[in-house]
């Protein structure tokens, strides 16, 4: 569904309030931006004492900076050091409520981490090994504060966009699988024996099958490229996320490949050893190393290789030829390896010593060869929380598309510096910029791999009824009036606010979309309270069962502000269960204070006012929650018991409300029965509390289906 059209603000008031509200444009996103444009590089920096503590307190006198081993004059030294914010869940539960708003009005203070799964490079019976691993990551390291997404290499629909939710990480973990054919090495005694062992043609003549060959060689190149190239256009992609250090765990056993052999001119590649390598193409992988390299360098990437075998020998993969019961004829050329434990070690030096290269050139960490992935664990987020971002205007001219190499090291004995090895300066577009940079537009928003900030907004997408195999998305928008300029305009105080979202499966396919204009026309004492109360957008689209990322993004057309906000969304069949429970809608007493343009919404005659993403009330407020219940059981009359409760923050219930519809009523009711539940507030104590709704068949004994959302009295 994709839309254009108009929609107004008007709000009639009488009062006189002398002059327009005007501030100054937001940023756009952290401060701190990497770029390499108008003659000016920022590049971070670890610097870490013997023990591998983070050092502090060194001032740009204390670096030395070399681009293609000339020494560069800073102008920018800053230590960054990100908190890292863990799980706060309600007194009474172990687990925290997963937020139902998404917002983007406090300023991104975490770490970016793209965690990416080899499946073309992680033998099927290590798998395992990889999902524990990544798992132990998420859960036990990421901060709440932090934004991660999932690659699968070789399965791009099992991939998680990037989000805070750590169960929405730990479920694109477990659809992880190994993919990795068996070694070079296996394979190449495979085929000798093979070869041995069809012996003699008849008549006695002795047939020369030639030497052995690795019979996947291209498919093992193809897999080599293909993971090279996915995590180079990540890196890509990450490299519009500006202001911080980026951070790419590669989980893989690395590429065993001989990359730097020389085919000859016969196409085969040259080699000393008995067992002979089949005709490659090296080249073409080596080129995919390169290139993945420069692109971590130029977005300011840095790789983490993690490899799932621990510490290793190379002889667990190795193929032990059984023993022939009678020799060869004379005349047999014999191509068998007898030394095929070394071919098999030095296959797994060539496969850790790829992972090693990728992390030393783009300032990162090999982990190989070890089994205390908690250290290692531990050393990314403290690589990622604690740096030095160094700035200089460096003497070539800008976009000529060179690769610098840069060198940074510390005055100070002792001290270890990490940083990447160089970056490729970028093409100049039409408009004299970078290419990519200063795109303003808010389509661009959308296909920015994680959210902005600038003009504030809160989110809340909510599954409600549907028909058939389609379920409705009611989204609401709620945009902080500060972040929104307004001019004096015959009387009123106007602006226009372009506002767009889209529904992405995981393919990143939109399959559902719209775009919206909003004119804000305020009377003089609207204006007043605008910087509070902000201006609400409500939109509905269809969607068929599936996971989704919704991304909604905005442009104040005064002062140019733009933001967006994503939120991931998992559409169940409700036609599949006996009884389905919609998400929860909530709007308040409060919530007509907020200007809100006429909108399409089917919820609207349901609940007294339009919903709001507001969950921080006063106890003179008046909530009401709304829940849509569908049921299909046909196997005998019966009736649904809905329950909504709030509970403190110490685990007291504060409020209950019951009730009983019969099957009946419910399939009645067209697109789902809708239970609507006011939640008086007068009388709590201020604090957090949790607001649940369960439904229950009578035919069932099971647990109740549940909704629930955190909001807080002030």
């Known amino acids: 569904m994709r839309r254009a059209a108009l929609l107004t603000v008007f709000v009639v008031s009488a009062a006189i309030v ?11 996103g952290p401060a701190l931006t990497f770029r390499s444009a108008a003659n000016f590089v920022e590049v971070d920096a670890i610097v870490t004492d013997a023990d591998g503590n983070p050092v502090r307190g060194l001032a740009a006198g204390d670096f030395d900076v070399r681009e293609d081993g000339r020494p560069q004059s800073l102008s920018v030294c800053s230590f960054v050091n990100l908190p890292v914010t863990r799980p706060d869940p309600p007194l009474f539960r172990a687990k925290t409520v997963p937020p139902d708003v998404a917002s983007n009005e406090k300023p991104f203070d975490g770490r970016v981490l793209m965690i990416v799964l080899d499946g073309y490079h992680v033998a099927p019976d290590r798998a395992q090994i990889v999902k524990r691993a990544a798992e132990r990551f998420i859960t036990g390291y990421m901060g709440e504060n932090d934004l991660a997404a999932v690659v699968h290499v070789g399965d791009p629909e099992a991939g998680q966009e990037f989000t805070s939710s750590k169960p929405l990480l730990v479920e694109s973990i477990e659809r992880f699988a190994g993919k990795a054919l068996a070694s070079i090495t296996m394979n190449l005694n495979q085929d000798a024996q093979s070869k041995d062992l069809a012996g003699v043609a008849a008549g006695g003549v002795v047939i020369d099958y030639g030497p052995p060959v690795d019979p996947e060689t291209d498919v093992r190149e193809y897999m080599a490229r293909e993971s090279l190239s996915t995590v180079r256009q990540l890196a890509t992609n990450m490299g519009d996320l500006g202001g911080r250090r980026k951070a790419l765990l590669f989980f893989s056993e690395g ?5 730097m052999k020389i085919d000859d001119a ?5 080699t000393s050893q008995t067992t002979v390598q089949a005709a490659s193409d090296s080249s073409s992988v080596r080129t995919g190393e390169a290139r993945m390299i420069a692109a971590a360098g130029k977005a300011n990437v840095s790789i983490y290789t993690i490899d799932p075998r621990g510490v290793t020998t190379g002889h667990e ?4 030829l059984p023993s022939i019961a009678q020799a060869p004829d004379p005349g047999f050329h014999d191509y068998r390896n007898p030394t095929v434990q070394t071919d098999a070690q030095d296959e797994s030096r060539r496969a850790q010593d790829s992972l090693r290269m990728y992390a030393d050139q783009t300032g990162g960490l090999a982990i190989v060869n070890q089994n205390d992935l908690d250290d290692a664990f531990r050393r990314i987020i403290r690589d990622n929380s604690e740096y030095y971002v160094l700035g200089y205007a460096t003497p070539d001219p800008a976009h000529d598309t060179r690769y610098h190499r840069l060198t940074v090291a510390v005055n100070r004995p002792g001290l ?3 940083t990447w090895s160089g970056y490729a300066s970028p093409e100049a577009d039409r408009a004299g910029t970078p290419a990519g940079r200063g795109r303003d537009d808010v389509a661009a928003l959308l296909r920015s791999p994680a959210p902005v900030s ?8 909510s599954v409600i ?8 998305v009611h989204l609401t928008v709620e945009f902080r009036g500060a972040d929104v300029a307004l001019k004096s305009s015959g009387g009123l105080f106007t602006n226009d606010i372009d506002v767009e979202y889209a529904a992405l499966d995981t393919r990143g396919e939109p399959q559902a979309s719209g775009h919206d204009v909003a004119h804000l026309q305020l009377r003089p004492d609207t204006n007043a309270t605008f910087a509070e109360t902000g201006v609400r ?10 996971r989704y990322q919704v991304r909604v993004a905005a442009r104040e057309h005064l002062a140019g502000r733009t933001g967006s906000v994503f939120c991931d969304l998992d559409v169940p069949d409700a036609a599949a269960a006996p009884l389905a429970l919609s998400d929860l809608l909530l709007t308040s007493s409060g919530a007509p204070h907020t200007p809100t343009p006429d909108s399409t919404s089917s919820i609207g005659t349901v609940l007294p006012a339009p919903t709001t993403t507001v969950r921080d009330f006063t106890a003179a407020d008046t909530l009401t929650v709304a829940a849509a219940v569908q049921d299909h059981d046909a196997r005998a009359a019966h009736d649904v018991s809905l329950t909504a409760t709030v509970t403190s923050d110490a685990g007291a219930p504060v409020f209950r409300q019951e009730t009983r519809q019969s099957s009946a009523a419910i399939a009645a009711a067209r697109g789902g029965y809708y239970w609507v539940v006011p939640v008086p507030l007068a009388g709590l104590a201020a604090g957090r509390y949790v607001l649940t709704v369960e439904a229950r068949s009578t035919l069932d004994a099971g647990a109740p289906l549940r909704r629930e959302l955190e909001f807080r009295v002030r």
């Open 266 to 270: 016969s196409g085969h590649a040259s």
């Open 537 to 546: 957008y409500v939109t509905e689209f269809d969607l068929t069962p599936g």
């Open 317 to 320: 993969d190795a193929l032990e």
């Open 255 to 259: 590429l065993g490949l001989d990359t």
């Open 18 to 28: 002398p002059g327009a509200q005007q501030t100054a444009p937001a940023p756009q």
């Open 454 to 461: 600038g003009l504030g907004m809160r989110v809340n997408a």
């Open 465 to 472: 009824a549907g028909l058939a195999r389609r379920s409705t």
């Open 416 to 418: 270890r510096v990490r």
